[in-house]
């Protein structure tokens, strides 16, 4: 910022006619060099990004001013008026501990809400205030920003009092801290959010760890149970050839079960930190579907497909959506050992704000009493027939990962479970 633009700067601030909570027109120095220094201040208080920093270079500007000759720039607490903070200029004497502001003339400043000297004002300066300097003048231009009030007390050197420069340099400094605590407030909310925003997404994560950690840790228990049962029979137990060989086909798929399901919990993981992409909706079911064929013919399956006429995209990563659809579907076919019907729906649902994609899997399968709807999704919660308990809580864990959500109802003679996932193309 150049000189030119902080003048201009205090110039919109002043022209507001805002001065800690009045409508005051606050009048400018006649001369260049009041001009100049308010210029200079301005200058330095658009570097601060915090309250301490503002208040630091205040004081800075007031000790190089040649109208003043020592004092404070304080923050008070809004209610008690104790000093909260405050920084000297000229050598000030240091600020007795737990200051109250209340009954001096600092006080009564911020309680007028407008720039008072010694001679003008009715309220007599308290002890501490006297001392900062014994025949001189004193003047008190409060100010406000952000949540905090405060104020800035100067003495005078001799003739100043009477100097309207001098009165009009100090209520510009005040308009111009105020403002920049103004900013230091919005700059130290903005932080905070982003703060939290980080948090969240921190926690998140987290959860998500933890849940595909549980969602792994019961995929690979039963096959490395069946490993070490056919170890222990090939190490303890007389076997011919067939059976040997037949353990140790057993024990290796079991243990290609075990890789191929660390590698893709590992893949889920990993992919959450990546960009995602426009994905068809349809084509991610009908090739889950696809993938489930076999056991939806063996078991009999009554299924039916009620897709949306439009185009449903989602934003998201293809493979972990089927993987999800996929394992919902064997949900609803463990639920139905003796056959039964199994509904697939789409549809878009919107208001002014947002775009949804639903997908509803609709089975006549085992019902899951109401009280345990919710713990469906836990690693260890509830199983629907001959489930193994995973499908669930990993569709669950990527549905999340997709900014969607996953519920379970009831409806007539139906267990639904609705996946819901933000669309990307608006109807």
């Keep these: ?70 004092g404070y720039v304080i923050l008070a607490e809004d209610n008690t008026l104790y000093v909260r903070r405050a920084a000297s200029f000229g050598r000030a004497p240091a600020l007795p501990v737990a200051l109250s502001l209340s009954g001096s003339l600092c006080g009564a400043a911020i309680a007028q809400g407008c720039a008072i000297t010694s001679s003008t004002s009715e309220v007599v300066p308290a002890s501490w205030e006297r001392t900062l300097a014994t025949d001189a003048a004193l003047i008190c231009a409060p100010f406000a920003g952000g949540e905090a009030k405060g104020v800035i007390f100067a003495a005078l050197p001799d003739g100043a009092i009477n100097d309207t420069d001098v009165v009009a340099c100090l209520n510009a400094a005040a308009t111009l ?25 921190h926690a998140e994560r987290l959860a998500l760890v933890g849940r595909l950690t549980a969602a792994l840790a019961h995929e690979i228990n039963n096959p490395l149970q069946a490993i070490a049962n056919t170890l222990y029979l090939l190490q303890h137990r007389p076997l011919n050839d067939e059976k040997r060989q037949r353990y140790l086909t057993m024990a290796q798929q079991e243990t290609e079960h075990v890789i191929a399901s660390v590698r893709r919990i590992l893949d889920l993981y990993r992919s959450s930190g990546q960009e995602k992409r426009p994905v068809a909706l349809h084509r991610v079911l009908d090739q889950a579907l696809q993938q489930a064929d076999d056991i939806l013919r063996e078991r009999a399956i009554d299924l039916r497909r009620e897709f949306a006429p439009d185009d449903l995209r989602v934003p998201g990563f293809a493979s ?66 001959e489930a193994n308990g995973i499908e669930l809580p990993l569709s669950y864990s990527i549905v999340e990962q997709h900014n969607g959500t996953l519920t379970a109802h009831h409806s007539g003679d139906e267990m639904v479970f609705r996946m819901l996932l933000p669309a990307v193309n608006n109807p």
């Design 177 to 201: 801290i105020g403002a920049t605590l103004n900013r230091a407030a919005e700059c130290e909310a903005q932080l905070q959010q982003r703060m939290r925003q980080i948090d969240q997404a």
């Design 320 to 385: 972990h959506l089927r993987y999800a659809c996929y394992n919902l579907i064997l949900n609803a076919v463990y639920a139905m050992p003796r056959g039964g019907r199994l509904t697939i729906r789409t549809y878009r649902q919107s208001d002014d704000t947002t775009h949804l994609a639903v997908t509803e899997f609709a089975d006549t399968g085992v019902f899951i009493e109401e009280s345990d709807l919710n713990r469906l999704f836990d690693p260890d919660g509830p199983v629907r027939g």
């Design 1 to 70: 910022m150049t000189q030119r633009d902080a003048t201009s700067f205090v110039r919109s601030e002043q022209s507001t006619g805002l001065h800690n909570g009045h409508r005051n027109r606050i009048a400018l120095p006649q001369h260049a060099q009041g001009l100049a220094w308010i210029a200079q201040t301005g200058l330095a208080l658009t570097q601060c990004r915090t309250a301490v920093d503002a208040l630091g270079a205040m004081a800075a500007q007031l000790d190089a001013a040649p109208f003043l000759l020592r």
